[in-house]
């Protein structure tokens, strides 16, 4: 039988976990069928959460997935440019027309979607990613220059936990955009998912016992982001988000992360998420959205 999975028309981290839901119990029985015929809008956290469902019932050698393409033009042609369809092709079955895929210079608001596979991946990302997203962040958020190296150091850490911790690759995409949820400013995003073992699995070795019976997805991501604890035992390790931390602090950033079926989220003033949520649709590994928002006059 054929499960049929509507991509949500605005499909971002809050629309997510109606994703999730859809899926159902994991891993799925039968065939999914995810269509996004009615997609209108979609952030690079749905889209690459899109390919790590993909990528999870492929490495669980489940049935190939089914995906049907956008009916709207301007959608389709946004996803292909920032590289979807691409690695879409070898995770899905694809129905309906594909634009086809132009060369195309180095972008003023985004960095396309690129795959990570093992620490030179990362390396060459971060070295591959910095002067575009450099230029990015000094032209849509009025960040200078020096300042984009906590962007690298942040983009890196961010990539290098799917290398160290998911046990399997995963995806990175980075784009600006207008946030138009009470901040009404531009925004970069770095989001990166990996279809892993997640933080509680990852953790659970290091952790579980001094948690106790609390010990849940929701505690796990609270022992990485907020106590900035790793599953090695060699000092300096877990630093990774405590240095993203610092670099949002610094630039009224806001980091989220995903995994299992919690979420967690340091919040600044202009955004109105909820810090902690539990009992979410269970999904693979972990998706971490970090979002800088535009600096004003009054910038440090």
């Known amino acids: 039988m054929t499960r049929v999975v509507e991509v949500p028309a605005t499909f971002d981290d809050r629309s997510f976990d109606q994703f999730a839901a859809a899926i159902g119990e994991w891993p799925p029985e039968g065939r999914l069928l995810i269509d996004a015929r009615a997609a209108q809008w979609a952030a690079p956290y749905g889209l690459i959460g899109l390919l790590t469902a993909g990528q999870a019932l492929a490495e669980l050698r489940l049935e190939r997935p089914l995906f049907t393409v956008p009916a709207s033009d301007e959608v389709r042609s946004y996803w292909s440019r920032i590289g979807f369809f691409q690695h879409a092709a070898e995770l899905f079955e694809i129905h309906g027309r594909v634009p086809k ?126 106590h900035n604890v790793s599953r090695f035992r060699d000092p300096g390790r877990g630093q990774g988000l405590a240095g993203i931390k610092r670099y949002l602090a610094r630039w009224d950033g806001k980091i989220s992360i995903r995994s299992g079926t919690a979420r967690l989220a340091i919040v600044p003033p202009w955004d109105d998420d909820v810090p902690l949520v539990e009992h979410l649709p269970f999904f693979p590994g972990a998706q971490v959205q970090v979002v800088i928002p535009a600096q004003d006059a009054e910038a440090r």
Not at 136 to 161: D, P
């Open 101 to 226: 895929a132009r060369a195309e210079g180095p972008s003023e608001v985004l960095v396309p979607i690129t795959p990570i596979r093992a620490m030179d991946d990362v390396i060459e990302i971060v070295g591959g990613i910095q002067e575009n997203a450099a230029r990015i962040l000094n032209k849509e958020l009025g960040i200078e220059a020096k300042a984009t190296m906590g962007f690298g150091m942040a983009l890196s850490e961010s990539c290098q936990n799917i290398v160290e911790h998911a046990g399997t690759g995963g995806w990175v995409a980075v784009q600006a955009y207008t946030y138009r949820r009470r901040l009404g400013r531009r925004v970069v995003t770095i989001a990166v998912s990996d279809a892993g073992v997640g933080f509680r699995r990852s953790l659970e070795a290091a952790q579980a016992k001094r948690y106790g019976e609390r010990w849940r997805d929701a505690a796990a991501l609270e022992a990485g982001l907020i």
